[in-house]
């Protein structure tokens, strides 16, 4: 912008950038005192209009014939825009270490494994995460036959996984996560589930993913048996609800063939051995109601540690090759369990473990009071809190991971034919769940089995043990019997009139509620099947309520208290009697009801 004569005569210095003179200067010097013909170099040069621009100049250095510099000729050229991309790329460059740092730091810092992987197979990069996984560096893996090799040294899977790897690698394209699920061999050998997220980038390299979902998985797999489990109880406490209402008809009938024949009559024994049967079978369908979370009885506070010093007591007085060691918490809370049950679960679980030890062994019992945060109990889905530990722990066999996953299902057994039914740790498991505890098991092949089974602690005291001797009972009086099955209705109506009672029948709900209204008067004492259709045991007994609040009803089901039964039983029902029932003891059961204090 300036005229030749504003420039002629002024000094070059007047006219650059203040902070480039410097520079100018220093460059000159040397180029001079070096003797060169030319230089190029870069600075700002101040307009007319008092602006800066950025300029190219080329210079050539004229030299005296006698030596010495004589003056320099300069062609000069707007480098502005040049100057200016040149600014941007650098500022775009710092951008991009910034980003990179900021990228690095939290890749350093992510919870999840995340690798680089070059075009030619080797790591570029693991982060922190990746080896607190696996255990792995870059010298132990510095290429991915490496990693293939140490990851999945069994060589049919290592296969497989890099058949799928390359089969993802042809079919997707860059820039989409090709997610799969394999198992992984750690540096220590430890086994673990991880879910790769590989990553196809523009440049050839791999991005990689890791998660460990391990403990996912095993929640997974607890919650699936837990359902499968509450699927077959729900089935399994049917099966044995009906079936005791089988049983109920036929050891009615049985008791009063029985009470007709002389003491000595050929037949008396063969119906005492069908009286056996039913008690075997009475036996089983508790068992199954116990996997079925439905046999609770009688819940006490109950000293577990005197309920298994007896228990283990009466146990090696039978099985003289096993040596059992004790080691009890002192001050073992009370639990709130039906002793009936728990003394089943003990003895399955120590049967289990004598069974797993045919040449004998040591067989270790042990309690403790503990407390179960919210983290460990979730998958056993019950309540944080205070519970009582018992570990029964043997030296036997043990067991392979397939039947530690089958072990709770009912009717599984790895014995022979004629050595169990398969029902003994299924009833444990439901009754440990009734219970709302839960139970585990740690077993090797060979190297024996835990069980540890936790049970909530309770806040009352435990309670002295009484027992009962059934003595038959006769009476008088009206009974409103109420079953919806016509072979347990004729047999207990049998029944209730040899003990000398005058009996009212009724198929359901609703026809006990007309007859108990037309005859009120009497009626003393209402026998309530629980299920029924029409209307069931629960509506009858509020409705049986209302017409005469005193009203006295014994509850009588083939399943056992728990549930329906337990919320009719603390709405004021006077008792309950599970089915089958012999004569003596639905006689007790009538007379404890019948002689007590109206509670009305």
């Known amino acids: 912008g300036y005229k030749p004569e504003e420039l002629i005569g002024r000094p070059v210095s007047g006219l650059v950038h203040p902070e480039d003179i410097d520079h100018l200067n220093t460059v000159m010097r040397r180029v001079i005192r070096a003797g060169e013909p030319s230089t190029r170099i870069e600075y700002r040069y101040r307009k007319a209009d008092g602006e800066y621009l ?19 000729i300069c062609a000069s050229r707007d480098i502005g825009e040049r100057k200016k991309i040149e600014v941007e790329q650098k500022q775009l460059e710092e951008n991009l270490k910034r980003e990179k740092e900021r990228f690095q730091v939290l890749v350093d810092a992510s919870p999840l494994g995340v690798s680089l992987v070059g075009p030619d197979g080797r790591y570029k990069y693991l982060n922190p995460k990746f080896t607190a996984i696996f255990g792995y560096t870059l010298e132990d893996v510095p290429a991915g036959r490496d990693w293939f090799r140490k990851a999945y040294p069994d060589e049919t899977y290592r296969r497989e996984v890099i058949v799928q790897w390359m089969k993802d690698l042809q079919e997707f394209p860059s820039g989409e996560s090709r997610p799969r699920t394999f198992k992984v061999i750690c540096k220590d050998g430890a086994e673990k589930v991880i879910h790769f997220s590989p990553v196809s980038m523009e440049t050839g390299d791999q991005l990689v993913i890791y998660e460990d979902i391990t403990e996912r998985k095993k929640l997974e797999v607890q919650l699936i048996q837990a ?3 509450e699927a077959v109880g729900t089935l399994a406490g049917g099966i044995a ?6 049983l109920m008809a036929i050891q009615g009938n049985v008791s009063l063939m029985l009470m007709d024949l002389p003491a000595h009559h050929p037949d008396r024994e063969r119906l005492q051995q069908i009286e056996g049967c039913v008690r075997s079978g009475a036996d089983l369908t508790k068992q199954l109601l116990g996997f079925a979370r439905r046999g609770k009885y009688q819940v006490k506070p109950t000293d577990l540690n ?9 146990f090696g007085r039978t099985q003289k090759g096993i040596r059992i060691h004790q080691k009890f918490a002192r001050g073992a809370w009370a639990v709130e369990v039906d002793r009936g ?7 399955n679980l120590l049967v289990n473990a004598w069974q797993a ?74 009754i440990i769940k009734g219970h709302e505890g839960f139970i585990t098991v740690y077993s090797e092949p060979d190297r024996g089995t835990t069980f540890n089974f936790y049970i909530p602690a309770s806040a009352r005291a435990a309670e002295e043990e009484k027992k009962e001797h059934a003595v038959l009972k006769t009476g008088q009086g009206g009974i409103l019997l109420v079953d919806d099955e016509e072979a347990i209705l004729q047999v207990a109506a049998q029944l209730l009139e040899k003990l000398g009672y005058t009996v009212f029948k009724a198929h359901n709900g609703r026809e006990a509620l007309d007859l ?17 259709p029409v209307m069931g045991g629960g509506e009858a007994f509020q409705n049986l309520k209302k017409l005469n609040p005193g009203v006295k009803v014994l509850l009588s089901s083939g399943y056992s208290i728990n549930g329906l039964a337990k919320e009719i039983l603390d709405q004021g029902c006077r008792g309950f009697i599970q089915k089958p029932f012999d004569l003596k003891e639905i006689s007790v059961k009538i007379r404890e009801i019948l002689d007590s204090e109206d509670a009305g």
Request: avoid cysteine.
């Open 341 to 347: 049950q728990m003394e089943q679960v003990l003895l």
């Open 241 to 246: 609800h009906d079936f005791n209402n089988l």
């Open 54 to 72: 950025w300029v190219e100049t080329l210079g050539t250095i004229l030299y005296r014939p006698e030596g010495g510099f004589a003056g320099i």
């Open 516 to 532: 108990y209204s037309q005859k009120a008067g009497e009626i003393d004492l209402v026998i309530l099947d629980l299920i029924m």
């Open 357 to 430: 030890m045919p040449q004998g062994g040591d067989l270790y019992l042990e309690t403790q009071n503990v407390f179960l945060d919210a983290h460990y109990v979730q998958p056993f889905e019950v309540k944080l809190g205070n519970y009582v530990k018992t570990s029964v722990t043997d030296t036997g066999i043990g067991m392979d991971e397939e039947t530690k996953q089958r072990i709770f299902e009912p009717f599984f057994t790895t014995k022979e034919r004629g050595r169990g039914t398969g029902l003994g740790l299924a009833t444990v498991y439901g």
């Open 306 to 314: 005197d309920l298994i010093a007896k228990a283990s007591a009466l």
């Open 227 to 229: 359902q499968k489990m």
